[in-house]
């Protein structure tokens, strides 16, 4: 059974930052590419970005910059590192598993997590 599970979310006033994780069980985490989406109410799920099995990274042009996502394949666990957080970064953070590269639809990927609140204050 694949599992993703995020932590890290919280309420930090811009210009702050934090680091999200996500574990992954019952997958070969080397072999897959991993994401991180966003979404708030009414709205779609967004890209935000993405890490290849081969270390590529991409990234929305709205966080270029300012988030790296980054993975550890011997814990299981990709993290998204955001740094210089704006108001309109609020939304909850998913975690996303994807066999083969990357994609920024959400509906190209195979697992997700439950997602962890992210909250930025003005």
């Known amino acids: 059974q694949v599992q993703l599970v995020e932590s890290g979310g919280g309420l930090v006033q811009a210009g702050g930052s934090l680091r999200l994780s996500c574990a992954a069980s019952g997958l070969t985490f080397s072999r897959y590419a991993m994401g991180w989406f966003r979404q708030v109410p009414g709205k779609e799920r967004e890209f935000v970005a993405a890490?290849?099995?081969?270390?590529?990274?991409h990234y929305a042009d709205s966080v270029k910059g300012r988030f790296i996502i980054s993975r550890d394949n011997a814990k299981n666990t990709v993290y998204l590192q955001m740094n210089s957080l704006k108001p309109e970064d609020t939304a909850v953070y998913y975690c996303?598993?994807?066999?083969?590269?990357?994609?920024?639809?959400?509906?190209?990927?195979?697992?997700w997590g439950q997602g962890t609140q992210v909250t930025v204050s003005s």
């Open positions: 890490l290849n099995w081969g270390s590529s990274t």
């Open positions: 996303a598993a994807r066999m083969s590269t990357y994609r920024t639809l959400a509906g190209l990927y195979d697992y």
